[in-house]
C-alpha cells in the first residue's frame, strides 16, 4: 500500500524549507481514512502539491516528495496518524495530471482509486496494486529517480536476518553496530538503514548498504583515496583476502563520520564482532565486542576462548593515558565492552528494528562476575561459569551505553590515530569482524554537551558517500 499526502501549492511553498531540514512529515489520519484490513507490502509516501488558483477547472498536481512510512502515532481517541521519515525530494519535475502526467499510464480502476486517494488537505491511503502501477511508472519515465525509488524500497522493506544462519549472524552484529553507532554520533538511523544482502557471504554488512542519492552539487567534499584517507595501508593484513567497505556520512555543520568495516578471514574462521567509536578531537575511543546469548536460555557459557578475549583487551585498555584535564575524566578506566546480545529465533516474527537487546558489560565488571557464586553453573562442584540476564543483576542497556559515549563519560584518554589502527589491524588479524567509526569535527567539548543535550527536531540533512575495495591489495573503487 501507499500513503498520499496532498497539500495546497500555497501551503507546500511554506513549509518547503522546513522540510528539507527535517527530512520528514507528520500527518494526522482522520478515523475514516485510516487502512482497513492488514497491510500488504512497503508503506511507501508520495506527497503531491496541487495548484489550486492556475488550473483552469482542471486539477494540477506534481509529485513532490517521496518517502516510506516509519511509525503510526495516536494523537487522539479516534484519529492516528503518520510519520513519513525519510522523506526525500524528487529531483524532477514529476506532473500526475495531463497527457504526459504519470496518472496517464495507470488503468481507469486503478487512477479512479488514486483520486480517492488524493482529496486535497487530506493523507489517505491507496492500495498496493496502485503504488507498483505507479512505481512502474516513475521507473519508466523518469530514470533518475530510480535510484531514489530502490533506496525508499530498501528502507520500508528491509531483508529479514535468519538467527540461525552464520553468515546472518555475522550480519546482525554488524548491523546491530552500525546502529549504535548513529545513535553515538546523533545522525538519523536511515542514513545507513538502506540494505541488501551482498552476493558474497563473507562480504561485511556494510558491503550491502545502498548509499543515499544525492545530486552532484550537493556533494562538494573532496574525497581521497579511500586507502590512503582511512591509513589502510597495503600491508597491514597477513594475506589476501581482506575486504574493507567504506561510508562517509556529512552533516550540515561539517561534522563527519568515517564508517569502516573490514574482515580478513572467510566467514568460517572468525571469532566476533567489534564495534569501535573513536572521537577525534578528544582522542578517544571505546570498544565493544559482541557475544550472542543463546535465544531460549539468553545465557552464555564462559570458555576458555572468551576468557583469551578478555585478556586482549584488557590489553587493548593499556592504551589509555591519566586525565590531566577536566574534559579527560571518565566515570572509570574500562573503555571495552562486552555485549551480550540477545536475538529472538524467528526474527519474522519480532523483526529488530533499532539496538538489539543485550548487557553492556566493562571488562572489569566481568572479571568480577567471574570470579563470584552468581555465574556459577547449576550443578554443584561443577566450576562452569554463566552470563546471562539470570546471572547478573546489574547491567547497561543499549540507551544508558550511548549516552556515556556520546557525553565522553566513557572511552580512553589521549589514545592517537595510529594507536587506533594498530589495535584495528590486530583486531581483524586475530579473526574478529571490526566496524570502526571515526567522528571528527571542529566543535568544541561545551558544543558537543550542548549537542547532545538539545531535545529539540534535529537537523537531519546529511550527504553519505560509500567506498568498496574487495581486497586491500587490489586498486581503490569508488561507487
Known sequence: MAYIVTLPA?????????????????????????????????????????????????RSRQLIWMGSVARHNTPGT????????????????????????????????????????????????????????????????????????????????????????????????????????????????????????????????????????????????????????????????????ARCDINVLWDSSGRRLEVTNVNALPLESRTGTDMIYYHVPTKSFTLVQYKRLDPRKREIRVDERLRSQLDRLEKVAQLNSPPTQPHEWRLGSDPC????????????????????????????????????????????????RLLGYDRVERHLVGAQFVELVKEGLVGTVGTTREQLWSMVKRRVSEGNNVLVAEENSSESVRDRQKRNRTRTSKDNSYVHKVYRQESLFGPDSEQ
Open 78 to 241: 479516534v484519529d492516528k496518524s503518520i510519520t513519513i521519515d525519510p522523506l526525500r525530494e524528487c529531483m524532477e519535475d514529476v506532473p500526475l495530471d495531463g497527457e504526459d502526467g504519470l496518472l496517464a499510464l495507470l488503468e481507469s480502476d486503478l487512477r479512479n482509486e488514486f483520486e480517492r486517494a488524493s482529496l486535497i488537505g487530506t493523507a489517505r491511503w491507496c492500495s498496493g496494486e496502485v503504488w507498483q502501477a505507479l512505481e512502474r511508472g516513475l521507473r519508466a519515465k523518469f530514470p533518475r529517480l530510480v535510484p531514489l525509488i530502490d533506496w525508499l524500497l530498501a528502507q520500508a522493506n528491509p531483508p529479514v536476518l535468519d538467527s540461525h544462519d552464520e553468515a546472518d549472524q555475522a550480519w546482525q552484529e554488524q548491523q546491530d553496530a552500525v546502529r549504535s553507532i548513529l545513535r553515538i554520533a546523533d545522525f538519523p538511523l536511515p542514513s545507513l538503514n538502506a540494505w541488501k544482502r551482498p552476493e558474497s557471504r563473507d562480504a561485511p554488512y556494510t558491503a550491502g548498504i545502498i548509499p543515499q542519492p544525492s545530486e552532484n552539487s550537493l556533494i562538494d567534499h573532496d574525497v581521497r583515496a579511500a586507502g590512503r584517507a582511512f591509513g589502510l595501508d597495503s600491508d597491514w593484513v597477513n594475506g589476501s583476502g
Open 10 to 58: 500555497r501551503q507546500m511553498t511554506k513549509i518547503h524549507d522546513r522540510l528539507r531540514l527535517q527530512l520528514r512529515l507528520t500527518k494526522v489520519l482522520a478515523a475514516q481514512d485510516q487502512p482497513v484490513g492488514p497491510n500488504v507490502g512497503p508503506p511507501m509516501a508520495l506527497v503531491i502539491s496541487e495548484d489550486t488558483e492556475n488550473s483552469a477547472g482542471r
Open 337 to 384: 565492552f562486552l555485549k551480550l546480545a540477545h536475538w529472538p529465533e524467528d526474527t519474522r516474527k519480532n523483526p529488530v528494528e533499532g539496538l538489539s537487546h543485550g548487557m553492556y558489560l566493562p571488562v572489569s565488571y566481568v572479571r568480577m562476575l567471574l570470579e563470584n557464586d552468581c555465574t556459577l553453573g547449576p550443578q554443584k562442584g561443577s566450576q562452569a
